[in-house]
């Protein structure tokens, strides 16, 4: 359990690759905090479960991430009441698809806050603990869209690239302090998120559900396989090891051959 005694923050952590994180670090025996919302009773079963994978501690905390007070105080709940932190990883996440002139306002606000902004305010209330400490990983779940655009995603694909580019300036902030700075950017993950905006793609390109599977979710991957929570997760475990010190500012892409083309 080569995570025994580090803390971690994963946003965005009540379902899907979020949780993914958190269950791959707390088989590793971090103590995790997990963010975001759900039905109470099905996020402590899910708090109750980390615990007992790790042997260490294992908090939810409700904050949200469009508030940069809400933010900061979960990081230093987590470096009062476990340590660290030690990890965090950005995962908070929403979407919304829409032709840019139709496309509502609030939507685009509150896409940029959550998927991008709210990593910003994670990295600037934990890299001064993470210098302190001289070691630490920050580890944001990008996207494809990081890389290439699609219809419709304006404020997904804007927030995403923005993203990757805020990685690569922390890790140059952070690369003589024991910190690595990195983005994963998977390709299409089955997740709620993804299931939730079939609907509206369906809507914005008169498809069938069936065809926007095929036709647009894993047109764009060459395995024609979505990847799962669980690689994307292991590679996070990975980036957390002392053999990948050495990766830092980097974009690391996890979808199935899309952006090779």
């Not at 959550?114 to 600037?124: E, G, P, V």
């Not at 002392?242 to 892409?253: C, F």
Request: aromatic letters at 6%.
């Amino acid at each position: 359990m080569f995570l025994k005694g580090k803390s971690a923050i994963v946003t965005g952590s009540t379902s899907g690759i979020g949780l993914a994180y958190a269950k791959a670090f707390a088989a590793e025996g971090a103590s995790v905090v997990i963010n975001g919302f759900g039905d109470a009773g099905d996020i402590e079963k899910e708090r109750a479960a980390l615990e007992a994978t790790s042997g260490a501690k294992a908090l939810y905390d409700a904050a949200d991430m469009t508030k940069p007070d809400e933010i900061a105080a979960m990081v230093k709940r987590c470096h009062d009441e476990i340590g660290g932190p030690d990890i965090i990883v950005n995962n908070a996440g929403i979407q919304y698809v829409s032709p840019i002139e139709d496309f509502p306002i609030e939507k685009w606000d509150a896409i940029i806050a959550i998927n991008l902004t709210s990593a910003f305010h994670m990295m600037r209330a934990a890299v001064p603990l993470m210098k302190a400490a001289k070691w630490g990983r920050i580890i944001s779940t990008a996207s494809a869209h990081s890389l290439v655009a699609s219809p419709g995603k304006s404020a997904y694909v804007t927030a995403k690239h923005g993203l990757a580019g805020l990685t690569k300036t922390i890790a140059l902030e952070t690369a003589t302090f024991g910190v690595t700075v990195n983005c994963i950017s998977p390709g299409y993950v089955w997740t709620p998120l993804v299931e939730k905006q079939i609907p509206d793609t369906m809507k914005t390109r008169n498809m069938t559900r069936e065809q926007v599977m095929n036709d647009v979710l894993l047109d764009a991957q060459p395995t024609k396989q979505f990847v799962t929570v669980e690689q994307v997760a292991a590679f996070a475990l990975y980036l957390c090891r002392d053999e990948a010190a050495s990766i830092t500012g980097a974009n690391l892409s996890m979808d199935g051959g899309w952006t090779a083309a």
